[in-house]
C-alpha cells in the first residue's frame, strides 16, 4: 500500500472506498506519458494526482496534467451520435449512425474507388484505436490514405533518423537525463512543452554541474540556465549544424575509432561541411562565430552529451535536412548507442509515437513495415483473412486535405483530429472539408472540424477506457478506465469495429482492447513481446520482440538499427517564404505552457483558461516601439493566405524582426497565416518561418 492524500491506494491501480474510486492511467496531454491516478466520485472525475512511484512523472505533474481530469465532465461532451439534417445537426440512434457511416463510405468506394477515401487517425487516441483505423483503411476499404498528426510535427524525425539511424525514434529515455554532462537543446522549449523533461534538464545543470548549450531564435526559459546561448534566425537550421561540425573536424575533436567501426560516409561529409566555416554560417544564422566555436568544442569534448529537439527543428520545407544534420553530429562525435546520449526528439501528443508505431501512416503497417513488400502484405493478409491490400503509399494529410479541395478525394473519415485549428493555412482546409462528399467524425467535443461533418459520434475519453499509449521515449504503457463513458459515448475501439462489422468485414471483433494488442504483437515485431499482463504497471520501452525480453532503454547499443549509421550531408536551403517590403516579419508558431494544441480540452479547464484565456502575438520592444504598440494592444496579422486580429505581448523573447503566436486560440487562429509549404520527403508543413505584417487597429 502507499499513500496519497491520505487515502490508502491499492497496488491493484485501483482502489474503492465508500466514497472514492483511484485508478492509476497516463497524462493525455504531451509526450512525456507521466502516470497519474483519476480520482472517481459518483460517475465523474474528481481529481487528478500523481503517481509517486512511476518513471517519468515520480510524484510530479505539471499544471496540465494536475487539472488533466475537468475536461472529461464538461457540459457540451459529446453524449449522443449527431447527424447532419438541413443544415442542422439532430441527435440520432448509434444504429442509425453507424448504418450511415458504413454506407456512406462503401458507397464512394464503389462509386469512384478504394482511394476516393480518405482517413484522419489521432495520436490522443490509443495504440489499439489507431491499429484498428489503419485495418480499417487497407483490410475494409483497401486503401493507404491513412495518415495522422504526426505529419504535422515529427514526419521529419521518423524519416530522417531511419535514414541515418535506422530508427526513427527518440534514442535514449528520459531518465538518462539525468546522468548527462550536456545537453544540446534546439527547437524544444522544453520546460513549456514536455515539463518534466524540462525539470530534469535544470536539475542536471543546477545540482549535478550539466552543462547546457540552447540555440534558438526564441529565448526560451531554458537560455536562463545556458552555459551557451545562440539565436540563429529562422529556418538556418541546416547552415548552424554545418558550422559545428566544420569547427569539430577542423580542430580534429571527431571520434575516428568510432567512425571506422560504426558508420559510413564520413569523407562526404567531410567535404561538404569545409564551406560552412564560423564566419560564413554567422553571415546565414548571425550566430557570432566565436560562440559558435565554444558551442561545438563543448558538445564535442562532453562524454555523455544529449541532443534535444521538438518542432523547431521538424516544422519546416527543410525538416528532413535538420534532423538528418543533428544525426551527422552526434555520430561525429560518437554520441550514439550510449546512456544518456543520442538524438532525442521529444514528441508533442500523448500517443504521437504510438500512432505511428502501429501503422496509421500511409506507407507502412505496423512496426514500420513498408506496404510496398510483399511479404509483409501477405503476412498482413493471412492474420486479417484478406486479399489484394494495396501495395502503394497512399495519402498524407496535407495531400488528403489537397486531393479533397480538387475533387479527387470524396469520403472522409476523421477520429480525434481538428484540421481546421491545427493544419496549416485553414482557410484552405475549411474550403477542402466544404468540398467533400461525405465527411464523418468521432469527437468528444464538436469541435471546430467536426462542425462541417455529415456525421458526429461521440467518442469516450481517456478516462472512460482502457487501452495504451506510447510517450516519447516508447514507453508503451497503460490508459485505465476510470469511469464509464459519459451519456451514450462510446470508445473509439468500438465504433471502428460496428463500422467493420456493418461494411461486411467479420475479423475486427474484439471484447477488450488487450486482443487488439495481442493482435500488434502478433504482427509488429518491436512490440512483439507485449502484452497486458507485462505493461503493468509502468510499461516497456520497445524493441520488446519476446515475452521475456525486459523492453530497451536505449537505442543503437553495439551497432545501428540498419547496421552502419549514415552520414548523409545536407547543403543549407533558405525557408520556402522569406519576409519581404510588404510582409516584413518573420512568423513562428508553437504551444505555451498552459493550453495544448487547439484547446479543445484546455480550453475547457478552468484553471488553465484563466491563466491564458486569450491569444497574443509576441513582439520584440524595439519593434513595438518603432509600430507605437504596448502591451494589449489590437492588432491586425496578415500573411499571404489571410488574417486575424490578436493582442500584443510586447517581449525580448522574440529577436527583432520576429513574431511568435501559439496556436491554440481559434478566435485568433494562427494557422490561417501560416504556409502550407511542405518537406518535399516528410510532407511537413513549415509552421516556423512565413511572412507576415503586423498592423495597429
Not at 86 to 105: P, Q
Not at 133 to 138: D, E, F, G, P, S
Not at 520 to 534: C, E, K, N, V
Request: one cysteine or more; proline letters at 5%; a neutral charge.
Amino acid at each position: 500500500m502507499k499513500e496519497l492524500g491520505g487515502l490508502k491506494l491499492n497496488l491493484r491501480y485501483d482502489m474503492q472506498d465508500a466514497e472514492h474510486s483511484f485508478v492509476l492511467t497516463t497524462c493525455p496531454f504531451c509526450g512525456c506519458g507521466c502516470g497519474l491516478y483519476l480520482q472517481a466520485e459518483n460517475g465523474m472525475v474528481v481529481g487528478s494526482y500523481p503517481s509517486r512511484n512511476h518513471p517519468v512523472s515520480k510524484g510530479a505533474l505539471c499544471v496540465k496534467g494536475w487539472n488533466s481530469y475537468e475536461f472529461v465532465n464538461k457540459i457540451d461532451r459529446l453524449k449522443t451520435p449527431l447527424i447532419r439534417t438541413d443544415n442542422k445537426f439532430k441527435e440520432v440512434s448509434w444504429d442509425s449512425a453507424l448504418e450511415l457511416v458504413s454506407g456512406r463510405l462503401l458507397e464512394v468506394k464503389d462509386k469512384y474507388g478504394p482511394d476516393a477515401v480518405g482517413f484522419l487517425s489521432s495520436a490522443k487516441a490509443t495504440n489499439e484505436e489507431n491499429f484498428l483505423m489503419m485495418k480499417l483503411a487497407r483490410a475494409v476499404f483497401k486503401t493507404n490514405n491513412i495518415d495522422h498528426c504526426a505529419r504535422l510535427c515529427h514526419a521529419s524525425t521518423v524519416v530522417g533518423l531511419a535514414a541515418t539511424f535506422g530508427s526513427g525514434a527518440m534514442t535514449n529515455s528520459i531518465n538518462e537525463f539525468e546522468d548527462a554532462d550536456l545537453f544540446l537543446v534546439t527547437g524544444s522549449d522544453t520546460t513549456e512543452q514536455h515539463p518534466l523533461i524540462g525539470s530534469r534538464i535544470i536539475n542536471a545543470v543546477n545540482d549535478k554541474g550539466a552543462k547546457l548549450i540552447v540555440i534558438d531564435p526564441r529565448r526560451i526559459e531554458l537560455a536562463k540556465y545556458a552555459t551557451i546561448y545562440l539565436a540563429q534566425d529562422n529556418g538556418t537550421d541546416v547552415a548552424w549544424i554545418n558550422g559545428l561540425m566544420n569547427v569539430i573536424i577542423k580542430e580534429g575533436l571527431y571520434d575516428q575509432k568510432y567512425l571506422e567501426q560504426r558508420t559510413e560516409g564520413f569523407e562526404e561529409l567531410k567535404k561538404m561541411v569545409e564551406q560552412y566555416s564560423p564566419k560564413y554560417v554567422e553571415k546565414m544564422t548571425k550566430i557570432p562565430r566565436d560562440l559558435l566555436i565554444q558551442a561545438a568544442r563543448l558538445y564535442a569534448k562532453s562524454k555523455k552529451a544529449m541532443i534535444v529537439y521538438s518542432m523547431g527543428i521538424t516544422q519546416h520545407t527543410t525538416g528532413v535536412d535538420n534532423v538528418k544534420s543533428l544525426a551527422n553530429l552526434a555520430m561525429l562525435t560518437a554520441h550514439v548507442g550510449f546512456a544518456s546520449t543520442g538524438v532525442n526528439p521529444l514528441r508533442g501528443q500523448n500517443n504521437v509515437q504510438g500512432a505511428c508505431d502501429v501503422g496509421a501512416l500511409p506507407n507502412v503497417f505496423s512496426g514500420y513495415q513498408k506496404v510496398t513488400d510483399d511479404d509483409i502484405r501477405d503476412k498482413f493478409e493471412k492474420r486479417w483473412a484478406v486479399e489484394n491490400l494495396p501495395a502503394e503509399a497512399g495519402l498524407t494529410v496535407t495531400e488528403i486535405i489537397n486531393y479533397a479541395l480538387q475533387g479527387e478525394l470524396k469520403a472522409l473519415y476523421i477520429m480525434g483530429e481538428n484540421p481546421v485549428i491545427s493544419d496549416p493555412d485553414s482557410n484552405h482546409v475549411r474550403e477542402a472539408l466544404k468540398k467533400l462528399e461525405f465527411l464523418a467524425v468521432n469527437e468528444i467535443f464538436l469541435s471546430d472540424t467536426a462542425q462541417y461533418a455529415d456525421v458526429v459520434l461521440p467518442a469516450a475519453s481517456f478516462a472512460e477506457k482502457d487501452g495504451t499509449f506510447t510517450n516519447t521515449e516508447r514507453r508503451v504503457e497503460r490508459i485505465r478506465k476510470a469511469i464509464e463513458p459519459l451519456g451514450k459515448a462510446k470508445p473509439d475501439w468500438e465504433i471502428l469495429s460496428e463500422i467493420a462489422k456493418r461494411c461486411g468485414y467479420e475479423n475486427m471483433n474484439y471484447s477488450h482492447p488487450s486482443e487488439i494488442m495481442n493482435e500488434i504483437a502478433q504482427l509488429t515485431p518491436i512490440y512483439g513481446g507485449m502484452s497486458y499482463d507485462r505493461l503493468d504497471p509502468f510499461g516497456l520501452l520497445w524493441p520488446c520482440p519476446s515475452k521475456d525480453h525486459p523492453g530497451t532503454s536505449y537505442l543503437h547499443k553495439d551497432k545501428f538499427t540498419k547496421g552502419k549509421g549514415t552520414f548523409m550531408p545536407c547543403m543549407y536551403v533558405p525557408a520556402d517564404e522569406l519576409p519581404d517590403d510588404e510582409y516584413n516579419f518573420v512568423l513562428s508558431t508553437g504551444r505555451i505552457y498552459w493550453h495544448w494544441h487547439t484547446g479543445t480540452m484546455t480550453r475547457r479547464t478552468s484553471t488553465l483558461d484563466r491563466e491564458v484565456p486569450v491569444g497574443y502575438v509576441e513582439v520584440n520592444p524595439e519593434d513595438a516601439k518603432n509600430l507605437k504598440l504596448r502591451k494589449g494592444s489590437l492588432v491586425r496579422v496578415s500573411s499571404r493566405r489571410g488574417q486575424i486580429e490578436t493582442q500584443v505581448l510586447v517581449t525580448d523573447k522574440v529577436k527583432k524582426g520576429s513574431v511568435f503566436i501559439p496556436f491554440h486560440f481559434r478566435e485568433a487562429a494562427a494557422n490561417v497565416l501560416t504556409n502550407p509549404a511542405v518537406d518535399p520527403v516528410a510532407k511537413i508543413p513549415e509552421y516556423k518561418v512565413c511572412a507576415v505584417k503586423i498592423e495597429k487597429l
